[in-house]
Structure formats: structure tokens, C-alpha cells
């Protein structure tokens, strides 16, 4: 799980990521299987539809992270590809202070695929099947 300062777009771009040198940001690793995510969901718009089913903290702010307005599902812990991608706080973001954890709450990441998108195998099977006062997404 990725956090942006910008959105990525449709190729991942990876230019806006926030800042891990020294500011107590990293990315966090998330299992794709049925613990840390919801079992699929089929939903009206003939989709399927998955949620976090964990809370996790990202870091503390030790230095300015600016504001994060988007986040991504990323296959490497630097670089890599963009699975998926959504905004936060409808693109408008958080900025943290300083000493502020920075915690995803459960069900707050949300990915619904287009049933063309869902019967993409290698795409699900990555996703879904396979292996101080917080500021809460």
C-alpha cells in the first residue's frame, strides 16, 4: 500500500509517492487472500467488490509527508507496478503534522472491478486470492 501526493493515474505513475527519507513513511505489505480482504462481492453494476478487513498504521510523521491524496496497491515494497489505485477524502486529502500516526481503518480501502476487469485471472488472483491522535482513512 502505496500513499501519493498526487494521483498516480491509470499507468501507476509512482513521481508523486510521499517522501520515505526520513519522514517515517514506507509502504506496508498486504496479504491478498480472504484475511485481510473481504471474500468477493458480487454488486449491482454486474461487478465484484472487495474491503480491507484489517487496520493498519502506515507510520508516524516524523517529517513533513505534505498531503496525500490518493493511495495504491503496489507489487513492490519501492518501485514496481500499480494494481489499483483510488483517491482519499474524495482527492482532497490529509495533511499530517508532525508526531500524527497515520492508520487505514477497516473498509476503508474499496475496490469494485468491472466484471470484464473481475474474470481477469492473474489480476484477481494477485488481488484477492493469493497470499498520538491518529488521522484514520
Same mark, same amino acid.
Do not use: P, Q
Given at each position: 500500500l502505496a500513499l501519493f501526493t498526487s494521483d498516480p493515474g491509470i499507468a501507476g505513475s509512482t513521481a508523486g509517492e510521499v517522501n520515505p527519507a526520513g519522514t517515517g513513511y514506507a509502504r506496508k505489505s498486504i496479504a491478498a487472500n480472504t484475511t485481510q480482504w473481504t471474500a468477493p462481492a458480487t454488486v449491482a453494476s454486474n461487478g465484484r467488490n472487495v474491503d480491507n478487513t484489517f487496520a493498519q498504521t502506515i507510520g508516524t510523521v516524523t517529517a513533513t509527508w @505534505?498531503?496525500?491524496?490518493?493511495? @495504491?496497491? #503496489?507489487?513492490?515494497?519501492? @518501485?514496481?507496478? #500499480?494494481?489499483?489505485?483510488g483517491d482519499i477524502n474524495g482527492g482532497a486529502g490529509f495533511n499530517p503534522s508532525i508526531g500524527t500516526s497515520v492508520v487505514v481503518d477497516i473498509g476503508a480501502l474499496d475496490i469494485t472491478l468491472a466484471e470484464s476487469l473481475w474474470l481477469f485471472p492473474p489480476l484477481i488472483n494477485t488481488l484477492m486470492r493469493n497470499s498520538v491522535d491518529p488521522i484514520h482513512l
Open positions: @505534505g498531503t496525500f491524496t490518493h493511495w @495504491g496497491l #503496489m507489487d513492490a515494497s519501492t @518501485g514496481g507496478n #500499480m494494481w489499483y489505485r
